[in-house]
T-cell receptor
Framework: QQPVQSPQAVILREGEDAVINCSSSKALYSVHWYRQKHGEAPVFLMILLKGGEQKGHEKISASFNEKKQQSSLYLTASQLSYSGTYFCGTEGAGGTSYGKLTFGQGTILTVHP | DGGITQSPKYLFRKEGQNVTLSCEQNLNHDAMYWYRQDPGQGLRLIYYSQIVNDFQKGDIAEGYSVSREKKESFPLTVTSAQKNPTAFYLC??????????????????FGPGTRLTVL
């Protein structure tokens, strides 16, 4: 089952904040966040493991609530370079899901000057 | 420089033809993956391989085939049985979780992609 991302699109001005959510209907082992520029490969941002760990990467951080099977990506003081499509990839907790990521449909983030 | 390379960058295919997309990595990663991305969509897993000479079907394997004869290489063949092959194809690799003590090394790193168009 594909995780559901919300919102589908966000438009910001430089310096504004945004939150992107990723929800799954199944038990998760990990959540991976990527950013993709048009026509390019996805670039890894961070991985969150089962345990509700929150991680940070410059002005981008994320949390993982394993009880709710949800992860949120927080972008603060956005920059023009943050524009792109953000994907969450989820890894199920079951043995058959080992190493396999299922990606959400993506959230398009546009940052204007 | 370590990384993942895919070739060609653009590929045009006539209906009824098989084509093979190349994916090579020199990261010494054990696991390799193939994804398909359609416009405005997320990535869907076609095939993956966690070790040489072994591979597993992903969610949309029909019409595709792979081989894993070498650790560094994981070519994908799009066969004539794939009815709608026009898409952006991405290859990725990662360290196999069972071999790595640090879970953070499960990260999947992507190649630059191949854009396939059926004429």
């Amino acid at each position: 089952q594909q995780p559901v991302q919300s919102p589908q699109a966000v438009i910001l001005r430089e310096g504004e904040d945004a939150v992107i959510n990723c929800s799954s209907s199944k038990a998760l082992y990990s959540v991976h966040w990527y950013r993709q520029k048009h026509g390019e490969a996805p670039v890894f941002l961070m991985i969150l493991l089962k345990g509700g760990e929150q991680k940070g990467h410059e002005k981008i951080s994320a949390s993982f609530n394993e009880k709710k099977q949800q992860s949120s990506l927080y972008l603060t003081a956005s920059q023009l370079s943050y524009s792109g499509t953000y994907f969450c990839g989820t890894e199920g907790a079951g043995g058959t899901s080992y190493g396999k990521l299922t990606f959400g449909q993506g959230t398009i983030l546009t940052v204007h000057p | 420089d370590g990384g993942i390379t895919q070739s060609p960058k653009y590929l045009f295919r006539k209906e009824g033809q098989n084509v093979t997309l190349s994916c090579e990595q020199n990261l010494n990663h054990d696991a390799m993956y193939w994804y398909r991305q359609d416009p405005g969509q997320g990535l869907r897993l076609i095939y993956y391989s966690q070790i040489v000479n072994d591979f597993q079907k992903g969610d949309i394997a029909e019409g595709y085939s792979v081989s894993r004869e070498k650790k560094e290489s994981f070519p994908l063949t799009v066969t004539s049985a794939q009815k709608n092959p026009t898409a952006f194809y991405l290859c990725a690799s990662s360290i196999d979780r069972g071999l790595a003590g640090d879970r953070d090394t499960d990260t999947q790193y992507f190649g630059p992609g191949t854009r396939l168009t059926v004429l």
